[in-house]
Structure formats: C-alpha cells, structure tokens
C-alpha cells in the first residue's frame, strides 16, 4: 500500500517500508531545473516530512532525460539587482538547508546529468547513488556562466572529498562520471541501472556510515593549509582565465580560504558573492551565450536523420580528425584515402583520443572497430548514410573526386563537403543534382571545436540543409546555418584579424608583444600564435580566396614565410620557433621594442574583426547577430565574457566605434574604411 502526494513539479509516494520516493519532474519542461516555484513547493514538501517523519527520504527523477540540470538559468538571468538574486539564492540556500537537516537517512538518486544545483541538492543528502553509465554526469559548471554554486556548493563540497578535487570540479566546471564520482567520494555507490532502486532501498534500511574524506584529504581544508594552496590554485586559473575578465573562479577560491572553518558564515558570503557576480556584465554575456547554445542546439532536429554509417574522404589532419570523432559518438566510420601511412596516422590519433575520453579498455576497442580504414572506398561509398569530402583544398581536385563517386553513393545520402573557403554552388557544378550538396565545415582540433558551419549554396535544398544541421547535433557539434560566400563566416571574420597580425609583426611590432595584447582582450590565443598553429600554409591559402571576393592585401612576410617552407607549429617554424626536443615549446626568434601601446595594437586588430562582422551581418552571411555572435565566439573563441562581437559593439557604442574606424582608415588606410552597415 502507498500513499501519493502531488504538486505541480514533484510527486512523492510512500511505500510499505515507509520509505518516501520524491520524484522531481519540472512541469512544461523537458528538463529538469530548479524555479523559484519547484524549490517552494520542495520546501512545503520537506516541511511536512518532517512532521510525518518517514523511514528515508529517496529523490530522484521522473523525467528520462536526467536527474537536475541546475537551477532555472531563465529565472537567474532576469535577476537585474543585486537584492532580487540575493533572494532567489537564499531560498535555494534554506531548501537545501532543510534537506539536509532533515531527522531521516536521505538519498540522491542519480541517473543521467545532475549538474550546478542539481548537484548542490545531492550534496544536502546523506547519500548519493550514481547510475554507472557513460550518461551520468555530475558536475558544478555554474563558472561556465560567469557565477559560482551558490546554493551551498562552496560550503559541502570541500569538507565531503578534499579541496583539490572539490576545486578541480567548481573551477573547471567540467563533469565527471558515476565511476570517477565514486573513486573521489563524491557518490556512495555507482550502479547499473537494474540495481539502482534496490541499492537505494538498502541505503535506508540499513544506513551505512555516511562518506567521511581520507585524512589527508580534510586536512587539505585545514587553515594553516589554506592561504599556501589557495596561491596554487589562483595560478592554476589565472593561466586559463583572468581575474579582470572572469572573476569567479577567483571567487570560489577567496570564499574557501577565508571561510571554510565556518560554513554559517560562509554561507552567506557565498550569497552576498553570487549576488554580486550574476548582476554583473560578464556573467549576463556568458548567460547570454549559454541561451545561444541552446538556440544553435535547436537548428538540429535529430529525428531528421538517422545515421548509422559515415564515410569521410581524405585522412588529413581535418578529414582524419572527423572520422574519428564520428567513431567516438558511436557511429561506424569507413576512412578513405590512397596513402597507407595517412590512415595508419590517423588510426594512431584515434587511439589517444579514444584512451583520453572512454578509459576503459573494451570502449576504447569498441570505438578502434567503428573505424575502419577503406583505402578505395569500396566499403563505405555505397552503404553510407553521410558523406563527407574532406580532401585539400582544391577546387579541380574537388570537381574529379564528384563525378567520380556522385553515382556510386546511396540517392538518399547526405553528401557533405568540409571546404573552408571555396564556395558550394562553384563546387557543385559538376553533380547532376547540384542542391544534394552542402557544406558542414569544421574546425581544428575537431574534437575540441563544437561549431560546424553548415554552408548553404545557392542551389542547395533546404531539407538537405535541415539534414545537415540534424547530422552535426548527432556528433554533439553546434550547427550555424550560413550562405556560401568566400570564407563563409568565420574565416571571413578571423582573416582580416590575423592578417592585421601579421601586418603589425612586418612594422616590427614583436610577435610576443602583439600576442599579449590579444590575449589582455581576451582572446583564448594570440593571432601570431593561432596562425602558426593553424598553418601558415593554410592561412595564406584562405587568405587567397578572400583577397579575390573581398580586395585583401596579403602581407609580404606571410608569403615569404610559406615560400620558405617555414609553415608554422607542424615544420617548427613560423612566426616562432618550436622546439621538438622540448615537446614543441614555442620560442621567440627575435626580440624587440615597440612604439604601440597595447590599446593601439588592439584596436588595430580586433576593429578590422568588428567590420568584417558588420559586413557579414550587411550581408546576410548568418541570419542574424544572434547567431554571427554565437559563431564567433564557438568558431574562434573571441572574448567569450564579452559576449560576441555584436554584443560588444552594442555595448561599447556604434556611433563611437564607427568613429575608430574612420581614424583608422586616415592613419592606415582604405583598409579600414567602415562597411555600409555601420548606418544600419
């Protein structure tokens, strides 16, 4: 016999063990967040559990698609003053409180994601059982959005696993799985699935002691040891992201060393720092690009498409790169390429990256047998649902591979092409249904690239677009739909960046020097560096095919440098020297002073980049700014707490920026001559 209670987002049964089972299931919503509506009714809930006190109070998801996503990142984001977040933080903080307070065993039941508060609501438990299933995933990524766990995570997590793991999650926001959540402490028990109600049960009727750290592992939180690994940790950090740009993580770190031995105290310092974080410009731009995210995820309908096989043609450092992603989404993958010693080099990567992301041995191999190697193609081009062109960029090379294998493929197959630059109505000319072809261009390293740009021609059929963009949600890439011009969108955008570099390196300007100016913007990577990563080669080839659309002026020096053999990071030489005997560690080549302030030599750059983006939008290269943002940003890391160069501009004054461009244009040049659009 059992006894149900419901409400809008929560139903809770009571068994004949007297066990409450707390299904949480947010209402109009595939996923499950926490509202300001879902807490108070938790709240309510846990009220009178405490009154009726069950046996053990067990909670867990009724919705497939995982245990708790977070709080309501909406609700977050509308907070515009500092009191309004303040008090939708405390009542998170008073739920969880109670939670935890609660006179009864308590258990997290976890299948699927259970990320941010999700995780901070598992945290107030007494237990925590994880499915173990490659699906789980628990993490505290709230810094990925410019804020930090505040509904208690800073306070529990330290104290339950030691500080360097617990700072390892909060300040990388990354997601481990059930198996390494259980080797750290941070779950109890990680089970399949068949065994996750029946260990749950267990759990209440007869509790074990609850998880206490290693020795070690709490002395790590003592607070002699404090101030020494907080040092650590805010060198760790400031390596990847700087406290000016991306105060959080800092944040956490100040919380945890000057309040950790009083979680009271430390409980309101983390709400007053929360509060004061989500209300400031960088979280509501970094908010503003998780939406984006989501929007981009949107233009995939998976039920589009349903791919079992993908053949890739050209085993390169692209073409190679996307096979075996493919094959570690699960997806069988045939590799096409005339050179042996090609594959066997592409097989070589897929053994790293397979060992790096799966672990486990029999998933490694299961990933190595989805790849197979298909020197003619005779095994892939006529069983493949996808196909993908993937071969130098040449467009006569290109036009022969066509109409060599257009009539060997299945008529219903996606026949995609990874071109960077050549447009797809020139490309397509050769196929007697020229509207079956479209773009899905990628980006190096393609494991660690989310966008794809799908490239629409002129010819090419909406629904083979929709196909496209359903396909690149399959692989977890986001799709950015846009229209087949020299460059597309982001190597149109990036190009007269890069360009501009190498224009001040040939003043004089040290390469180090115009680099540290990039990255005090806040850009991921300098231009003179991301140029020799990318390949000088490769530069210089886009470079071509835009100075053809667009009246680019291509630098001397880069042409010199090409000529020379001297490629970049893969010869060893480029804008700098790498040394391979101490594992290609970049090295300056010359050293030297400059005139230019760092202001000068980013406004140089980074104004040449707003331009272009203003064209493109002009243009109607992408739909809207939107989605010219959301491509910057995940195509070449442009200043994420910035929010997109479209945002920026908004932000920082049309009027005024277009005015630096007009003094730029009179010091420099038609080079920066304003684009029409600057009027719209």
């Known amino acids: 016999m059992t006894h149900t209670q419901t409400s809008d987002h929560w139903r809770m049964e009571r068994d004949n063990d007297d066990i409450a089972w707390l299904y949480f ?4 919503s595939s996923v499950n967040t926490l509202s300001t509506e879902a807490l108070t009714e ?13 046996k053990g109070l067990i909670i867990l998801s009724a919705k497939e698609s995982g245990f708790i996503a977070g709080a309501d990142v909406k609700e977050i984001s509308s907070k515009k003053t500092i009191e309004d977040a303040a008090e939708f933080i405390r009542l998170g903080q008073a739920v969880f409180d ?9 258990v997290a039941l976890i299948s699927g994601f259970c990320l941010g508060g999700g995780l901070e609501l598992a945290l107030a438990c007494r237990y925590r059982i994880a499915e173990d299933d490659p699906k789980t995933k628990l993490g505290l990524p709230e810094v990925k959005l410019g804020i930090h766990p505040a509904f208690g995570g800073t306070v529990r997590l330290p104290p339950l696993i030691g500080a360097p793991a617990a700072m390892d999650l909060m300040l990388s926001g990354r997601a481990i799985s059930a198996r390494a959540a ?4 941070l779950v109890d028990y990680a089970v399949p699935k068949r065994h996750l109600l029946e260990a749950a049960r267990r759990t209440i009727l007869k509790p074990p002691a609850p998880h206490k750290p290693k020795r070690w592992q709490a002395m790590t939180n003592h607070r002699l040891v404090r101030p020494w690994l907080a040092k650590v940790f805010r060198k760790k950090v400031a390596a990847k992201a700087p406290e000016k740009h991306y105060p959080a993580p800092y944040a956490i770190i100040d919380l945890w060393q000057k309040y950790a031995d009083t979680p009271g105290r430390m409980l309101r310092e983390e709400r007053a720092s929360e509060a004061q974080l989500v209300t400031d410009e960088t979280a509501q731009n970094l908010i503003r690009l998780f939406f984006l995210q989501e929007r981009m995820k949107s233009l995939g309908n998976k039920d589009l498409i349903d791919p079992k096989h993908i053949h890739v043609i050209g085993g390169g450092v692209m073409g190679g790169d996307i096979a075996v992603w493919c094959a570690l989404c699960g997806f069988t993958v045939t590799l096409q390429d005339h050179k042996h010693e090609t594959i066997a080099n592409v097989m070589q990567r897929a053994h790293k990256l397979f060992k790096k992301k799966l672990k486990l041995p029999r998933l490694i191999t299961a990933a190595t047998d989805r790849l197979i190697p298909d020197i003619t193609g005779s095994i892939g081009l006529s069983q493949a649902d996808v196909i993908i062109e993937a071969i130098f960029e040449d467009i006569n090379a290109k036009h022969a591979l066509f109409k060599e294998i257009e009539s060997k493929i299945k008529p219903d197959a996606l026949l995609a092409t990874n071109t960077s630059s050549i447009p797809i109505e020139d490309l397509a000319k050769v196929l007697s249904k020229p509207e079956r072809l479209v773009g899905l261009h990628f980006f190096n390293p393609v494991a660690l ?3 794809v740009e799908i490239v629409c021609g002129t010819d090419t059929d909406q629904a083979v ?4 963009s359903a396909f690149a949600r399959h692989i977890d890439r ?7 011009t020299p460059g597309f969108l982001v190597n149109r955008i990036l190009m007269p960046y890069l360009i501009e570099a190498v224009v001040l390196e040939s003043e004089g300007v040290p390469a180090s020097v115009i680099d540290k100016a990039a990255l005090d913007y806040g850009m991921p990577m300098g231009p003179i560096e991301l140029a020799d990563t990318v390949g000088l080669d490769i530069c210089l080839h886009v470079a071509e095919n835009l100075s053809q659309a667009y009246h680019v002026d291509i630098p001397e020096r880069l042409k010199n440098l090409v000529k020379a053999g001297n490629l970049g990071k893969k010869t060893g030489n480029g804008f700098y020297h790498y040394n391979k005997k101490k594992g290609g560690k970049k090295q300056q080549k010359k050293s030297g002073d400059s005139n230019m302030t760092n202001d000068e030599i980013c406004d140089r750059m980074i104004m040449k980049m707003l331009n272009e983006s203003i064209a493109c939008l002009r243009e109607q290269v992408v739909e809207d700014a939107d989605l010219l943002d959301a491509g910057i940003v995940y195509g070449t890391g442009f200043a994420p707490f910035r929010g997109g160069p479209m945002n920026y501009i908004e932000k920082e004054k049309k009027a005024e920026l277009k005015d630096k461009l007009s003094k730029l244009t009179e010091k420099y040049g038609d080079r920066f001559t304003p684009d029409a659009g600057w009027s719209n």
């Open 449 to 451: 690239m989310q966008l």
């Open 182 to 185: 259980q080797k750290t402490g």
């Open 98 to 106: 109670r939670l935890e307070n609660i006179d009864c065993p308590t």
């Open 25 to 28: 299931s947010r209402k109009d």
């Open 465 to 468: 677009i929709d196909k496209a």
């Open 42 to 54: 938790l709240d309510d809930l846990l009220t009178d559990l405490a009154k009726n006190k069950p």
């Open 478 to 484: 986001l799709p950015v739909p846009v229209k087949s």
